[in-house]
């Protein structure tokens, strides 16, 4: 199960994976961590997706993540009498709260804050951006607006409104009775749409209880506005293009993204990027070049994870994806280019003793040609200190706290061991981790590692300790 390289895989499940013999397949293939997403499938079918990869993850005797996705308030148009209608550059069009199916006059909005919350001069994107229409007038439970740009438009259709704040609240009725189901199945982190503000994200925390991981999806411009106190509470970051590209010019991504990461992986969280990255994959075997490179630059950018959406869900080639994924990252984090920028960005570790054990760690490994960093965790506090430096040789994380040790599979370069045995004294640790980092593959006889600890063993956040030890 050892991976050859240091940055993460993330697949989604669905029709076209959600098989015991497709899932053992992608998970040799590099999948580190499965991604369930509510806004389709029912309770029983994501279920029996948890209890097969919890029945794989015995198979191969190492910790495999999932995650669960929430849909959040997803705003959506109603239906049309014939399915879609035509549109044309300039056309009037109403948008009102009446249920009936809507035409080429009008289209059914059931979503009364909306019209609410927009005035004259708002615009809206529907159907990923390919739509958009600018507000002429407002009145009572009505939007009269101009169509700038699009030919077609189906029911059912979802929409984004750009510079506008909406006073929803990002965890729905049903994602409240989504993530209670999520957290029964035993998922290790919930992923959280739509989020805004801060307050959103505590409402999603107060509601998980520390029964799992917050993975807070970026998707609209004002979470971008207070990332920073977004980031103080959530566990990690997955920055969701597909929304936030129609929220934001497309020229804005690529710097957001890089800003992003760069932020995250200095907080010392995981940062996952999504959305789009091989999307010709749901009908091809090979991806487009601009999609290969798309991929690397997420790994240069110093991403945690990498994630695969309908490529893996609904594609035609789920494994095969994964394969073609995992080969460009493998290619680029080969790449002297790659190990320099992470060389040349190293987070600022002044005034904690824990981070500067864990920097030191960084040196000595590369100083002493050590073959691992071996880190000793309660709360996987120490392994995300040592994978935010972006060491190019594999974090072994040992930790006695499965769930620990599953939620760290999405984290850069981490290989979390599930390690129940209790150590008494620093003499002990260092043999039990030469013995694990030999079955693991990851040294041989006479090589070295070095570990971190803390002591006394146990403690959460202790991390005093650094050692430079030798496979026996």
């Not at 570790?349 to 000595?364: E, F, Q």
């Not at 120490?382 to 760290?408: E, F, K």
Request: proline share 6%.
């Amino acid at each position: 199960m050892r991976r050859e390289r240091q940055t993460k895989i993330v697949a989604t499940l669905g029709p076209a994976s959600d098989t015991k013999a497709v899932i053992r397949e992608l998970i040799k293939a590099g999948v580190d961590l499965f991604r369930l997403n509510f806004s389709h499938g029912s309770h029983d079918e994501h279920r029996k997706s948890v209890e097969i990869i919890r029945q794989l993850e015995k198979e191969f005797g190492h910790p495999v993540g999932i995650m669960a996705d929430l849909q959040g308030p997803k705003l959506r148009i109603g239906e049309f009498k014939d399915g879609f209608i035509a549109l044309k550059a300039g056309m009037k069009i109403r948008f009102d709260s009446n249920k009936a199916e809507g035409d080429r006059s009008r289209i059914n909005l059931p979503h009364p804050e909306v019209i609410k919350a927009l005035k004259k001069g708002s615009e809206i994107l529907l159907d990923d951006g390919k739509v958009r229409v600018r507000v002429l007038k407002k009145g009572e439970g009505f939007l009269d607006c101009e169509v700038l740009e699009g030919l077609y438009l189906s029911g059912r259709k979802g929409f984004n409104l750009p510079g506008t704040m909406i006073p929803v609240p990002a965890l729905t009725i049903k994602d409240k009775k989504d993530l209670k189901a999520a957290l029964d199945m035993g998922v290790d982190w919930i992923a959280q749409s739509f989020v805004q503000k801060p307050e959103d994200v505590r409402a999603a925390k107060k509601l998980i209880g520390g029964k799992a991981a917050l993975m807070v999806k970026l998707e609209k411009p004002s979470a971008l506005e207070t990332l920073d106190d977004i980031l103080k509470l959530a566990d990690g970051i997955m920055l969701a293009r597909g929304d936030l590209g129609v929220e934001i010019p497309p020229e804005n991504v690529p710097a957001v993204q890089k800003r992003v990461i760069r932020q995250v992986r200095h907080a010392g969280k995981p940062v996952v990027v999504a959305t789009q990255m091989l999307e010709s994959m749901i009908k091809n075997a090979r991806p487009t070049r601009a999609e290969a490179s798309d991929v690397a630059t997420a790994v240069y950018d110093g991403a945690d994870a990498v994630m695969l959406s309908a490529e893996t869900a609904a594609g035609e080639f789920p494994v095969n994806a994964v394969t073609i994924m995992d080969r460009i990252a493998r290619r680029t984090e080969a790449d002297e280019t790659y190990q320099q920028m992470m060389e040349n960005d190293h987070p600022d570790t002044l005034g904690d003793p824990s981070d500067a054990i864990s920097t030191a760690a960084y040196y000595v490994a590369q100083d002493v040609d050590a073959r691992a960093i071996v880190t000793y965790t309660m709360s996987g506090s120490t392994a995300l200190r040592s994978a935010r430096q972006r060491p190019n040789v594999p974090i072994l994380c040992l930790t006695p706290d499965i769930r620990v040790a599953r939620r760290l599979v999405v984290s850069y370069g981490v290989l979390p061991v599930h390690a129940p045995e209790t150590v008494e004294d620093f003499s002990g640790p260092a043999t039990h981790a030469a013995r694990i980092v030999r079955t693991q593959g990851l040294a041989k006889k006479g090589e070295r590692f070095v570990m971190t600890a803390g002591v006394p063993f146990g403690t959460p956040g202790s991390t005093n300790i650094l050692r430079i030890a030798e496979v026996e």
